[in-house]
C-alpha cells in the first residue's frame, strides 16, 4: 500500500490502551499485505531492553530528571539506528508504542525540563525522522491508572505527574492536527480500533 516506508507512533498517558490498539492495528495492516515492523520505546533493541530496565526500575534515589531524559534518548538514538531507519529505508511501516512525543510530555513537561532544550536534543537523536501519524489514545488520569498494569516508577507518580503528562500531550496534539489523531480510549475496544484503521489508512493514503 505505501510505496516508502514510515513510522506512525502511538501515544497516551499510562493506561491508555496503547499496547492493545497497536496490536490490533499491526495485525490489520499485515492482512492487508503492508511490510511492518512492531515496536517500543524503551526497549525496541538489545541495549534499548538494559536502558529500560534502568529508567523503570525503583531505585533510591531515583534517576535526576536530566538523568532519565538523556536514558531515554539515548534509547532512542539505538532505535532509529537499528530498527526504525532501517526499516523505513526498505519499505516498511514502523508502529511504535511511544516515540517523542512521550519524551516531551514526560521528561518535557511531568519532570519540568526546559521544553525548549528537551526538544532540541530530541531534534538531534532524530535526525529528520518523525511520525508521519501521531494515535493519541486520550482517557482521564483517573480510568488510565485504574487500567494500567505494573508497579515500575512511573505508575507510582503522584497524580499531579500523569496529569501534566495528559495535557502535554493534548496540547502537542492540538498545535499538529495535521499529524495527530486524537482518540477517545474510554470507547469500546472495536470502534477504537476501527478509528486508528481509518487515520493509518488515510497517513498511508497520502504518502
Same mark, same amino acid.
Given at each position: 500500500?505505501?510505496?516508502?516506508?514510515?513510522?506512525?507512533?502511538?501515544? %497516551?498517558?499510562?493506561?491508555?490502551?496503547?499496547? *492493545?490498539?497497536?496490536?490490533?492495528?499491526?495485525?490489520?495492516?499485515?492482512?492487508? %499485505?503492508?511490510?511492518?515492523? !512492531?515496536?517500543?520505546?524503551? %526497549?525496541?533493541?538489545?541495549?534499548?531492553?538494559?536502558?529500560?530496565?534502568?529508567?523503570?526500575?525503583?531505585?533510591?534515589?531515583?534517576?535526576?530528571?536530566?538523568?532519565?531524559?538523556?536514558?531515554?534518548?539515548?534509547?532512542?538514538?539505538?532505535?532509529?539506528? !537499528?530498527?526504525?531507519?532501517?526499516?523505513?529505508?526498505?519499505?516498511?511501516?514502523?508502529?511504535?508504542?511511544?516515540?517523542?512525543?512521550?519524551?516531551?510530555?514526560?521528561?518535557?513537561?511531568?519532570?519540568?525540563?526546559?521544553?525548549?532544550?528537551?526538544?532540541?536534543?530530541?531534534?538531534?537523536?532524530?535526525?529528520?525522522?518523525?511520525?508521519?501519524?501521531?494515535?493519541? &489514545?486520550?482517557?482521564?488520569?483517573?480510568? %488510565?491508572?485504574?487500567?494500567?498494569?505494573?508497579? #515500575?516508577?512511573?505508575?507510582?507518580?503522584?497524580? !499531579?505527574?500523569?496529569?501534566?503528562?495528559?495535557?502535554?500531550?493534548?496540547?502537542?496534539?492540538?498545535?499538529?492536527?495535521?499529524?495527530?489523531?486524537?482518540? #477517545?480510549? *474510554?470507547?469500546?475496544?472495536?470502534?477504537?480500533?476501527?478509528?486508528?484503521?481509518?487515520?493509518?489508512?488515510?497517513? &498511508?493514503?497520502?504518502?
Amino acid at each position: 500500500m505505501a510505496e516508502q516506508g514510515c513510522l506512525i507512533a502511538f501515544e %497516551g498517558i499510562e493506561g491508555a490502551g496503547k499496547s *492493545t490498539q497497536l496490536r490490533l492495528a499491526a495485525a490489520a495492516l499485515r492482512t492487508r %499485505g503492508v511490510t511492518l515492523v !512492531e515496536t517500543r520505546e524503551p %526497549g525496541g533493541t538489545t541495549i534499548g531492553a538494559e536502558l529500560r530496565r534502568i529508567v523503570m526500575q525503583l531505585s533510591d534515589p531515583p534517576p535526576a530528571p536530566l538523568t532519565e531524559l538523556l536514558l531515554y534518548l539515548a534509547d532512542r538514538a539505538q532505535h532509529l539506528a !537499528e530498527v526504525i531507519t532501517p526499516a523505513i529505508a526498505r519499505g516498511a511501516v514502523v508502529l511504535t508504542d511511544r516515540f517523542s512525543a512521550s519524551t516531551i510530555a514526560y521528561q518535557g513537561f511531568a519532570r519540568q525540563l526546559d521544553i525548549d532544550t528537551v526538544s532540541r536534543l530530541d531534534a538531534i537523536v532524530r535526525g529528520g525522522v518523525a511520525p508521519a501519524c501521531t494515535i493519541l &489514545l486520550d482517557c482521564p488520569v483517573a480510568v %488510565g491508572l485504574q487500567r494500567a498494569q505494573g508497579d #515500575d516508577r512511573f505508575h507510582r507518580e503522584q497524580l !499531579e505527574f500523569h496529569e501534566r503528562v495528559r495535557r502535554a500531550f493534548l496540547s502537542l496534539a492540538e498545535a499538529d492536527t495535521d499529524r495527530y489523531c486524537i482518540l #477517545d480510549s *474510554t470507547a469500546p475496544t472495536e470502534q477504537i480500533h476501527q478509528q486508528v484503521m481509518a487515520a493509518i489508512l488515510r497517513c &498511508l493514503q497520502s504518502r
